[in-house]
Each structure stands twice: as structure tokens, then as C-alpha cells.
């Protein structure tokens, strides 16, 4: 007996006829090989610029294939941990797609608990709906909350045009995808926010143009622009490249980091804290670099700004302790509306309605760079809802009894002499604002809060 499905978006198959030829669907039994990731990372190459987990059906559940796609970067896969937050599915525009199946046997069949244990239908909760991306024949739809996401991939399991390659993985084939990933997409995309930003305006150094599908022209000067996910596959020689930044904030890591020398650089810099890789601070121990070292870390935003005020407060008055409380400007990691955020419930909520209470590693990683001060400052951070610009304010207590007057001079003589370009002092009225695109402006606001000659200690309490 023949029955025309239409298949469903609950828990759990809609009819038993539907939960038998779930059942009977053929999958891998082991993780894609090297096509099947082909595919994979086409997509992700046109969805790089999220923060979100893809979720890609790889097999059964105990072999389920998830892959991580972090802002133009690589991507990482976990066979055994089947929490996820939020995932997305490709399907066909239109109408859930019809088919017919067998339901013979299926009734008596579904009464068994355990017919459910091997299933496509698995429970996992992912973020509300936020968007729908249409482009050429494919619909990429982020899935409700509590919806099964083994339905959207049986309705793409079910197109009859599939090839064994893309039924494995869930994924329409790559002719309906080709569009997405054009490469000639990329370079426009790059071109415009390369032109346009929203805190730094316009830019007026030149024309931004496309001279082929490798290379952008920034005035006469080209530029190649490489696509790989993978640090390694970046042909790094080939390009005269010596120095990298790796901004991605994905491979952090020293042996992460090391993959792209094998692609030719001699040296890589890390711009972010690195849990194993040496971190330098220009005005703090930039001395203490070797010319053997080719992998740093240039620290966070947050610890440039508090390392170099530290270090001189420490060598002029000596800080016994310090509490660092940072501002900060949000970023894209957080959320435009309140959503689910496991590791930090907090970090869910929406960034420009809220005043956010974070975690900071800036006050430790003081220590990393300015042995001296190794467990003396602590910090605390707060996200708020300014787009750039961000304040950290030292509240520390000193060895020598200083005045306000003998810190300020402190600071500026520094800020004029051998930190000149990397410290900056004002006594102006100045606000957040007033240093977004003006490096000269950069400095320290000191706030007038000092204590000082307290009986027994001669110590003082300086906030700036």
C-alpha cells in the first residue's frame, strides 16, 4: 500500500508509515570523507561571517557531524558532543517536498519504543528563528526552537535528483548551491565594506576595485585576497608574504597559529590573548623579543590599553594591588536580540538595550607581560551599548604616598618621552567619540581620587 507523505516538523515522524521509511533512509555510517567536506566548506565559505554552529547531518547520531564556522576562519568537527545551540538546515524553496512510500508493517512496527533509538528524529534545541536567506533554488532558514532538525534534512534526503554524496551529509547537490558560493559574491561584498564602515565613514585613500577573482586593487597597488578555511592551504610564499596577523580569533593557539608558516610566512602574530604562545605589549616588554621567536601573541585591546598605564604607576610609585574595571564597546560575538547563550546567560541578551556584566582576562594577562605585577590586579568588565571606543579604569594602591599633581606628571612625561605613540595624555573634556578614528587623541582622563599618606604604610589609592 502506497501513501503520499507530506513530512512534518514535529518531535517525531507525523504518520508510522513516515517513521518506518525514516528508518529505512540510507545514511553513512561514518564521518563524510574529503567530497563530502568539499561541499561542506563551500557553503561555509559564503556563511563565514557568522558566529553561529552549522549543523551538518553526517550519520547517525552517535556519529553526528558538526561543524564550527567562526568570522573568516576554519572550521573544526566533534563526532561525540551532541549539545548544540544553533544550527542551520538547506532546503528547498516552497512547498515540503511529497513522496510515497511502503507503509506496510509500519503500524505494528511503530508501537516498538526502540524503532525511534536509530532514527533521523533526534531532539536538540536551537535559536529561535532570526532569518531567511533565499538564493537561487536553495532557502537557508535558521530552525525554530524545539523543532527537530531531522526534518528538514529528510526533506532534502528526499529530493529524487540527490547523488549518495549529498544524501549522506543532508545537503541539496552542488549545482543548486553553485550561486551561493561565486566567487566573484566574496570580492563585491569585500569591496563594499571596504568602502563603507559604520564608525569610521567612508574610505577617501583611493579606489577600491576588482581586478580579477584573486586580487583587489587598492589604487594601483594590488591586493590578493585568499578564501581558504584552512591557515595551511594559504599560499603565503607565493604571495611575499612574511608577516601574518591572524585576527580570526579561531587559532589562538601556538600550534594553530604554526599552520600558517607551513604556507610560506616567517612570522605570525596573534592579535588576541594566546594561553601558550609568548605575549608582548609595545612600551611594556617588547624588549624581551628574540628574532628566533616566529609565533606572538599581541595581547587584547583591553590589556594594550591597562599594560602600559600599569607599568608606569608601578616603576614610578610601585603598586601593591589594583582592581581594573573595563567599559567596553560591544562586539560580534554578542547578540542584536535576546537569545539563548549557554556559557554566558548574560552574553544572550541584547548588546544595545543593556548595560552587560562580562568576564575580562585583561587584569591577568597584565601579569604575563609585566612579571612585576603577576597577582597583584584583578578586573571586572562591562559591555555597553556603543559601537567603538572603549575605557579602562585602574583603581590601585601604592607603595609611595603620591599626590594627583606627581601622577599626572608621571603620565605625561612618559606619554611625551619613551611611550610617545603609544601612551597619550589629555586634561581635556573630552568623550568616547572624541577618539574614534584619532590616534592622537588616545591617552589617559585622569579622575582626581587619590589618598595618600596613610598612617603606617605611606600608601595611596590612585584611580585614573
Given at each position: 500500500?502506497?501513501?503520499?507523505?507530506?513530512?512534518?516538523?514535529?518531535?517525531g515522524a507525523s504518520t508510522p508509515a513516515e517513521k518506518q521509511r525514516m528508518q529505512n533512509i540510507p545514511y553513512g555510517s561514518a564521518n563524510p570523507g574529503e567530497e563530502h567536506w568539499t561541499a561542506v566548506k563551500l557553503i561555509l565559505k559564503y556563511l563565514r561571517n557568522t558566529k553561529d554552529m552549522f549543523l551538518v547531518y553526517g550519520g547517525n547520531m552517535e556519529r553526528e557531524l558538526?561543524?564550527?564556522?567562526?568570522t573568516d576562519a576554519g572550521y573544526l568537527t566533534d563526532a561525540d558532543n551532541l549539545k548544540s545551540q544553533t544550527g542551520y538546515v538547506f532546503v528547498l524553496n516552497g512547498e515540503p517536498i511529497s513522496m510515497y512510500c511502503d507503509n506496510t508493517g509500519a503500524i505494528a512496527i511503530a508501537k516498538d519504543d526502540r524503532v525511534t533509538k536509530g532514527a533521523r528524529h533526534f531532539r536538540t534545541k536551537v535559536h529561535y528563528l532570526r532569518e531567511t536567506i533565499k538564493l537561487g533554488d536553495v532557502k537557508i532558514e535558521k530552525i525554530d526552537t524545539y523543532d527537530n532538525l531531522a526534518d528538514p534534512f529528510t526533506k532534502a534526503l528526499a529530493f529524487p535528483k540527490h547523488s549518495e554524496l549529498t544524501r549522506n551529509i543532508g545537503l541539496l547537490p552542488a549545482s543548486s548551491f553553485m550561486d551561493i558560493v561565486e566567487p566573484g559574491f566574496d570580492k563585491v561584498v569585500e569591496v563594499y565594506m571596504f568602502k563603507y564602515d559604520s564608525v569610521h565613514g567612508q574610505w577617501k585613500k583611493g579606489d577600491i576595485k576588482i581586478k580579477d577573482e584573486k586580487t583587489l586593487l587598492f589604487g594601483d597597488k594590488p591586493v590578493t585576497v585568499f578564501g581558504m578555511k584552512n591557515p595551511e592551504e594559504i599560499p603565503w610564499g607565493e604571495a611575499g608574504?612574511?608577516?601574518?596577523?591572524?585576527?580570526?580569533?579561531?587559532?589562538?593557539?601556538?600550534?594553530?597559529?604554526?599552520?600558517?608558516?607551513?604556507?610560506?610566512?616567517?612570522?605570525?602574530?596573534?592579535?588576541?590573548p594566546s594561553a601558550d604562545a609568548p605575549m608582548f605589549v609595545m612600551g611594556v616588554n617588547e624588549k624581551e623579543y628574540k628574532s628566533d621567536i616566529t609565533i606572538v601573541?599581541?595581547?587584547?585591546?583591553?590589556?594594550?590599553?591597562?599594560?602600559?598605564?600599569?607599568k608606569v604607576i608601578n616603576d614610578k610609585f610601585g603598586i601593591?594591588?589594583?582592581?581594573?574595571?573595563t567599559v567596553h564597546s560591544i562586539t560580534a560575538t554578542q547578540k542584536t536580540v535576546d537569545g539563548p547563550s549557554m556559557k554566558d546567560w548574560r552574553g544572550g541578551r541584547a548588546a544595545s538595550f543593556n548595560i552587560i556584566p562580562s568576564s575580562t582576562g585583561a587584569a591577568k594577562a597584565v601579569g604575563k607581560v609585566l612579571p612585576a605585577l603577576n597577582g597583584k590586579l584583578t578586573?571586572?568588565?562591562?559591555?555597553?551599548?556603543?559601537?567603538?571606543?572603549?575605557?579602562?579604569?585602574?583603581?590601585?594602591?601604592?607603595?609611595?604616598?603620591?599626590?594627583?599633581?606627581d601622577i599626572k606628571a608621571a603620565i605625561k612625561a612618559e606619554a611625551?618621552?619613551?611611550?610617545?605613540?603609544?601612551l597619550g595624555f589629555t586634561e581635556d573634556d573630552v568623550v568616547s567619540t572624541d577618539f574614534v578614528g584619532d590616534c592622537s587623541l588616545k591617552g589617559v582622563k585622569l579622575v582626581e581620587k587619590v589618598l595618600s599618606g596613610q598612617p603606617g604604610g605611606g600608601s595611596s589609592l590612585v584611580e585614573a
Open positions: 500500500m502506497q501513501e503520499m507523505l507530506k513530512l512534518s516538523k514535529s518531535q558538526r561543524v564550527f564556522c567562526y608574504a612574511e608577516y601574518v596577523v591572524e585576527s580570526t580569533g579561531v587559532f589562538t593557539a601556538k600550534d594553530k597559529a604554526a599552520a600558517h608558516l607551513k604556507g610560506g610566512a616567517k612570522k605570525v602574530v596573534i592579535s588576541a601573541s599581541n595581547a587584547s585591546c583591553t590589556t594594550n590599553c591597562l599594560a602600559p598605564l600599569a601593591v594591588e589594583g582592581l581594573m574595571t578586573g571586572m568588565a562591562f559591555r555597553v551599548p556603543t559601537v567603538d571606543v572603549s575605557v579602562v579604569d585602574l583603581t590601585a594602591r601604592l607603595e609611595k604616598p603620591a599626590s594627583y599633581d611625551e618621552g619613551s611611550l610617545k605613540g603609544i
